[in-house]
């Protein structure tokens, strides 16, 4: 891993763990001590990561303790993960109608099964971070807050994702296949938002569904754009007409023009557009 990388895991863990859709969760008895104690493991730890990191290089004892927390902060992430997506779809449902079927799945028994199961796996990866705090302490490490320096640039995502270092997204991707495939979907245009906090691997899961052999024999054209910050509408559809690769004479067209345009060249087609890197900031 590059110096700094195991880092910004432990920052996002402890982000994800503190955060207020996971709090929104009923967890079973003890199961909230545990997660608590996960965090603050977590947080020791990661104190002292950046004095780590530069050691490892001169120490083999060192690189081997980075590995096992390695580990075990991705099984701690992946914990977290699921909690992370249960609660934003508790929160989806609420929203809406829901079938007897749904309602029956989220009954305050199966919400206690999950609970349950999932109290397992954090006790479990907590014991696991006690055991690494321990043998931290033998190496004497010098605690910083100092971050690693990133240069500031403007995010920017791409279609392409190396399928064989992706782990346990398959029944995502199956999921929302089967409904872009779905030959009743009666609608026009088919939106399928994949939402949730930063870090949970949204824009792997729509890699791996650009990319999935289904997918690309079904759609024509396929596109992919990276939204970020701005969502500047005007500035979409001309990413959209250039990865068409129908650039316009005119960039000042207004936007009624290239709407119009893009109407036209994607008119009876059965395209599969992902727009990729929306942020919502609104929280109410």
Same mark, same amino acid.
């Given at each position: 891993?590059?110096?700094?990388?195991?880092?910004?895991?432990?920052?996002?863990?402890?982000?994800?763990?503190?955060?207020?859709?996971?709090?929104?969760?009923?967890? *079973?008895?003890?199961?909230?001590? @545990?997660?608590?104690?996960? /965090?603050?493991?977590?947080?020791?730890? !990661? =104190? #002292? &990561?950046? $004095? *780590?990191?530069?050691?490892?290089? @001169?120490?083999?004892?060192? /690189?081997?303790?980075?590995?096992?927390? !390695? =580990? #075990? &902060?991705? $099984? *701690?992430?992946?914990?977290?993960? @699921?909690?992370?997506?249960?609660?934003?779809?508790r929160k989806?449902?609420?929203?809406?109608?829901?079938?007897?079927?749904?309602?029956?799945?989220?009954?305050?028994?199966?919400?206690?099964?999950?609970?349950?199961?999932?109290?397992?796996?954090?006790?479990?990866?907590?014991?696991?971070?006690?055991?690494?705090?321990?043998?931290?302490?033998?190496?004497?490490?010098?605690?910083?807050?100092?971050?690693?320096?990133?240069?500031?640039?403007?995010?920017?995502?791409?279609?392409?994702?190396?399928?064989?270092?992706?782990?346990?997204?398959?029944?995502?991707?199956?999921?929302?296949?089967?409904?872009?495939?779905?030959?009743?979907?009666?609608?026009?245009?088919?939106?399928?938002?994949?939402?949730?906090?930063?870090?949970?691997?949204?824009?792997?899961?729509?890699?791996?569904?650009?990319?999935?052999?289904?997918?690309?024999?079904?759609?024509?054209?396929?596109?992919?754009?990276?939204v970020s910050?701005?969502?500047?509408?005007?500035?979409?559809?001309?990413?959209?007409?250039?990865?068409?690769?129908?650039?316009?004479?005119?960039?000042?067209?207004?936007?009624?023009?290239?709407?119009?345009?893009?109407?036209?060249?994607?008119?009876?087609?059965?395209?599969?557009?992902?727009?990729?890197?929306?942020?919502?900031?609104?929280?109410?």
């Open positions: 891993m590059a110096e700094g990388a195991l880092f910004d895991l432990a920052k996002k863990v402890l982000e994800v763990a503190g955060s207020l859709a996971l709090q929104e969760i009923k967890l *079973a008895h003890g199961v909230k001590a @545990d997660l608590e104690n996960l /965090k603050s493991t977590v947080s020791t730890i !990661k =104190d #002292v &990561l950046l $004095d *780590a990191e530069k050691k490892a290089g @001169d120490s083999v004892a060192v /690189k081997g303790w980075l590995e096992k927390f !390695k =580990d #075990v &902060l991705h $099984d *701690a992430d992946d914990v977290l993960d @699921d909690f992370s997506t249960e609660a934003l779809q989806i449902m609420a929203g809406n109608k829901m079938t007897k079927e749904v309602r029956i799945f989220f009954s305050s028994s199966n919400q206690l099964a999950f609970s349950l199961k999932m109290g397992h796996r954090i006790k479990a990866t907590r014991k696991r971070l006690d055991v690494i705090t321990n043998e931290m302490m033998k190496f004497s490490f010098i605690k910083g807050s100092i971050e690693p320096q990133v240069k500031n640039r403007d995010r920017e995502t791409y279609s392409f994702v190396p399928k064989d270092e992706v782990i346990g997204r398959e029944d995502d991707k199956q999921e929302i296949i089967k409904f872009l495939l779905h030959t009743n979907v009666e609608d026009n245009v088919s939106i399928i938002p994949i939402v949730g906090i930063g870090g949970l691997g949204k824009t792997t899961l729509a890699q791996l569904i650009y990319n999935d052999e289904n997918v690309k024999t079904h759609f024509e054209p396929k596109l992919w754009i990276c910050d701005n969502f500047d509408v005007k500035q979409i559809v001309k990413q959209i007409l250039e990865s068409l690769k129908l650039k316009e004479e005119s960039h000042e067209e207004n936007l009624d023009n290239l709407q119009n345009h893009l109407r036209e060249k994607l008119n009876g087609k059965k395209y599969f557009l992902v727009l990729d890197d929306v942020w919502n900031e609104d929280r109410d």
